[in-house]
C-alpha cells in the first residue's frame, strides 16, 4: 500500500509564473490536508477537502491560492502568480473516511521561486 | 486561535544523557501528535496521544500527554546521535469532529546530539 505520493519533489518557478503541486492520497482515503512549512518554522494548515468538497479553507491565503480534490485524480494545489515569499515545503497529508484517524504525510514539494 | 509552542527551539546533548522537550496548547484538546522531522525529508510520526495521562513510549523516547495542564512532554532517556532532528508536537484543532481534521503545529524543537 503505497503512502501519500506528492509531486513533483521539487519545483522551481519564476516569479509570475504558475506552480501547480499534486497529491494523491493513500488508498482508500478521501481527506486531504495541505500544509506549509516556511524555513526553520512549523508546518501551518492551508486547506482541508473531500472528495469534490473544500471542507476548510481557513489558512489558504485569500488571492493567488486555489486547491481542488476531483472525483478522480489526485489533489492540486495551484499557485498563480509565484512571488519570492511563496517559496516554502508543501505538504500533502490524507487520512481515511470515518473516525477520528490519524493523517498520514507525504514527502513534500519545495518550491522555490526565483 | 489555537497556540501551540514548543521549548527548547534548540537542544544540544551529549550522548547518553537525557533531556525532556515541552509543549503547551493554548485550548482544550485531547489529542496531541509528535512528529520527526530529518533535514528535507517529510514528517515521521513518533506517537499519537488521544487521552489524559496516556503515556506511550519507543525506544528511547517517552510521550506523555497532560490535558489538565495542556502540556506535552517529549522525554529522552540516553540520547543517541541518531535521534538528531526537529520534533514537532501537534494539537488537534477540533477534536469534536467526527473526523481526522487540521492540527496545529508547534515551531518544533531542533535537537543535536553531539558525541
Known amino acids: 500500500n503505497a503512502g501519500v505520493m506528492q509531486n513533483p519533489r521539487h519545483l522551481v518557478r519564476r516569479r509570475g509564473q504558475e506552480a501547480r503541486l499534486r497529491c494523491s492520497p493513500m488508498?482508500?482515503?478521501?481527506?486531504v490536508y495541505w500544509y506549509r512549512q516556511l524555513p526553520e518554522e512549523g508546518l501551518k494548515f492551508m486547506v482541508y477537502?473531500?472528495?469534490?468538497?473544500?471542507?476548510?479553507e481557513s489558512g489558504m491565503p485569500k488571492e493567488r491560492f486555489s486547491a481542488e480534490f476531483p472525483k478522480e485524480g489526485p489533489s492540486i494545489l495551484r499557485i498563480q502568480q509565484v512571488v519570492r515569499g511563496d517559496s516554502a515545503a508543501y505538504f500533502c497529508a490524507s487520512s481515511q473516511t470515518w473516525g477520528r484517524t490519524e493523517a498520514f504525510f507525504g514527502q513534500g514539494t519545495r518550491l522555490t521561486v526565483v | 486561535e489555537l497556540k501551540v509552542e514548543q521549548n527548547p527551539l534548540f537542544l544540544s546533548m551529549q550522548e547518553g544523557k537525557n533531556y525532556t522537550i515541552y509543549c503547551n496548547y493554548s485550548?482544550?484538546?485531547?489529542?496531541l501528535y509528535w512528529y520527526r522531522q530529518d533535514p528535507g525529508k517529510s514528517l515521521e510520526s513518533l506517537f499519537v496521544?488521544?487521552?489524559?495521562?496516556a503515556v506511550k513510549q519507543e525506544g528511547r523516547l517517552m510521550a506523555s500527554l497532560d490535558t489538565k495542564a495542556r502540556l506535552s512532554t517529549l522525554h529522552i532517556t540516553a540520547a543517541v546521535h541518531d535521534l538528531s532532528a526537529t520534533y514537532f508536537c501537534?494539537?488537534?484543532?477540533?477534536?469534536?469532529?467526527?473526523?481526522?481534521?487540521?492540527?496545529?503545529f508547534g515551531t518544533g524543537t531542533r535537537l543535536q546530539v553531539t558525541l
Open positions: 477537502l473531500q472528495k469534490e468538497n473544500i471542507i476548510d
Open positions: 488508498k482508500g482515503h478521501s481527506h
Open positions: 501537534a494539537v488537534d484543532s477540533e477534536p469534536d469532529t467526527g473526523t481526522a481534521s487540521k492540527l496545529t
Open positions: 496521544l488521544l487521552s489524559n495521562g
Open positions: 485550548t482544550t484538546s485531547d489529542r
